[in-house]
């Protein structure tokens, strides 16, 4: 989860642990997003359940598990040098991080 105050990124997380995040932040009487802006990944049903709506990343599982057999499969075939797989998320804005 990233935790934006002006200067920029302070942490990363899932989505389940944002409740925690929200608690404390209301606890400390700080507003979302204005004060803090707050991204978590995964894209889960919490990210739509928080007020305001959690932002998120989204993390596509079927391209990731096609990847991995693919993966898979070349390495049974015989490849034996590693290979470097980059999967990008889909930025998902929501009502915790402000419009650019």
Not at 13 to 18: G, H, L, P, S, V
Not at 29 to 44: E, R, T
Request: glycine share 8%; hydrophobic share 40%; aromatic share 4%.
């Amino acid at each position: 989860m990233w935790l934006s105050p002006p200067q920029g990124p302070a942490r990363r997380d899932a989505d389940r642990n944002a409740v925690g995040v929200y608690r404390g932040l209301q606890e400390a009487k700080l507003s979302i997003p204005w004060d803090v802006q707050v991204v978590a990944f995964n894209d889960s049903s919490i990210a739509q359940m928080l007020v305001p709506e959690l932002s998120t990343l989204r993390l596509e599982a079927g391209v990731i598990g096609e990847t991995s057999v693919d993966l898979l499969m070349e390495r049974h075939a015989g490849r034996k040098a590693a290979k470097y797989v980059q999967i990008t998320p889909t930025i998902i804005e929501r009502g915790s991080t402000l419009k650019p």
